[in-house]
């Protein structure tokens, strides 16, 4: 007969009492940093704004190096770079663009705001990334980008992806907020497809202050067009003089850049760090017959931006939630589920975009994509069968060992004989 522990969420005692380390992300490095740009721009009169100053210059240059692109130019925020990164398209208002349902909304609003449709392709369930089949499926003579998400630090399988593209003289946004430093065979994601886009925000692997964002590529007119439409449309590279097309600000701060550069040379840590976790944790719990880490498909490696992790409910006495609650109460961080899907929520289910217009939908030829918002039933048990731990570089031996402990007790405690 199997000694099973009292669990903490039946009023036993938890595997962790003590909190598990926050995630530290700014440092002393960071701080002398602001501080010395504090008083360069005293001293000048400058305000942060890049135009005076060097920092987002620096940053650029520096991105593009890193990720191995020709170009890059700095914005406010994700949202900002994906819209930035559309909007070197030109695309006609009614054009559709794939995208992944489970991604956040900062990626599929832009495609809204540029008047385009948004077209969800289904997932591989275990990924969560763009299945390739589903794709082509729903390719029409309309579509003309797919914004290919790397959720959670795995890179999408980008070669099929590519392959379908060309066929479809399609362009490739590659969405990395979430894959800082992943790779896919060998090459680090942003500069595989045509245009890559970062979100910089406070909780991703490298931030530049609170908000940020880059567009990286190698192809110099897009490089052109995303740093107009990042500031207005202004003309740089042209002998217009006058702001050349509709754009908006959204430029980077001088402040956020000098954070940013900095953050940028700890990435390879933090990334190589959080690979040797989610490694330790996979062979602690090798033997658990119930939940196991997400897979991980050949060819890539992750920047873990947080860890999924697989719940086979159909062996176990309760629900997936009830899983992730009870190992929650055993002190450890983890979150039932990451339910982003895009098209449950109300300002693109109910279209609540441009007045009551129901614009861009209301364009009459789209009907037909419309009723491509149908739901994606692997997106679905995706979303139904993962749990998500908020593992990150902070993390030590002892929080790996005991997120193993605790997931092993939930387990002997909930499994189906
Ligand atoms: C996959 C993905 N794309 C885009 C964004 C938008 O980035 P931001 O929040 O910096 O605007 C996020 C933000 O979390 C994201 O996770």
């Not at 926050?22 to 740009?37: K, M, N, S, T, Y």
């Not at 909007?87 to 794939?98: M, N, R």
């Not at 479809?168 to 890559?196: M, N, P």
Request: charged share 25%; aromatic share 8%; with cysteine.
């Amino acid at each position: 007969v199997r000694t099973v522990e009292k669990l903490a969420v039946e009023g036993g005692t938890p595997v962790r009492v003590e909190p598990v380390p926050p995630r530290i992300v700014i440092g002393v490095e960071e701080r002398a940093a602001v501080l010395e740009l504090l008083d360069r721009e005293m001293a000048s009169g400058g305000g942060f704004d890049r135009y005076g100053g060097t920092e987002v210059d620096c940053f650029e240059r520096e991105f593009a190096e890193h990720v191995g692109t020709r170009f890059a130019t700095a914005t406010s925020s994700g949202t900002a770079a994906i819209h930035s990164a559309l909007a070197t398209l030109h695309l006609e208002p009614g054009d559709e663009v794939i995208s992944p349902p489970v991604t956040d909304a900062g990626a599929v609003m832009p495609i809204v705001w540029q008047g385009c449709i948004p077209v969800f392709a289904d997932v591989d369930e275990e990924t969560f990334n763009l299945d390739p089949y589903s794709v082509a499926e729903r390719i029409t003579p309309r579509t003309r980008a797919l914004i290919v998400t790397h959720l959670a630090g795995q890179p999408a399988d980008l070669e099929p992806l590519l392959a379908l593209a060309r066929r479809h003289q399609l362009t490739v946004i590659e969405d990395c907020a979430q894959a800082h430093d992943a790779a896919y065979h060998g090459k680090l994601v942003g500069g595989i497809g045509h245009i890559g886009a970062f979100s910089l925000m406070s909780g991703k692997h490298t931030v530049a202050g609170g908000q940020g964002g880059m567009v990286v590529t190698n192809d110099e007119e897009m490089y052109w067009n995303a740093k107009r439409f990042a500031d207005r449309g202004k003309p740089f590279n042209s002998t217009e003089s006058k702001n050349l097309f509709l754009g908006l600000n959204y430029r980077m701060t001088e402040l956020e850049a000098a954070i940013g550069r900095v953050q940028l040379r700890k990435l390879p840590e933090v990334v190589q760090r959080r690979r040797t976790l989610a490694a330790s944790l996979a062979e602690r719990i090798a033997d658990l017959e119930t939940v196991r880490l997400g897979k991980v498909i050949d060819g890539v490696e992750s920047a873990y931006w947080f860890l999924f992790l697989l719940v086979d409910a159909l062996r176990l006495r309760v629900t997936k939630q009830r899983f992730a609650e009870a190992v929650q109460a055993e002190g450890l961080p983890v979150t039932p589920s990451y339910d982003h899907i895009v098209y449950d929520a109300p300002w693109l289910r109910d279209h609540q975009t441009f007045g009551h217009s129901g614009y861009p939908w209301s364009i009459a030829a789209h009907a037909q994509a419309a009723e491509n918002l149908e739901p994606c039933p692997n997106a679905r048990r995706a979303v139904a069968s993962h749990i998500l731990v908020s593992l990150h570089e902070g993390w030590t031996k002892r929080e790996v060992d005991d997120l193993a402990t605790a997931l092993r007790k939930v387990e002997q405690a909930f499994q189906v004989d």
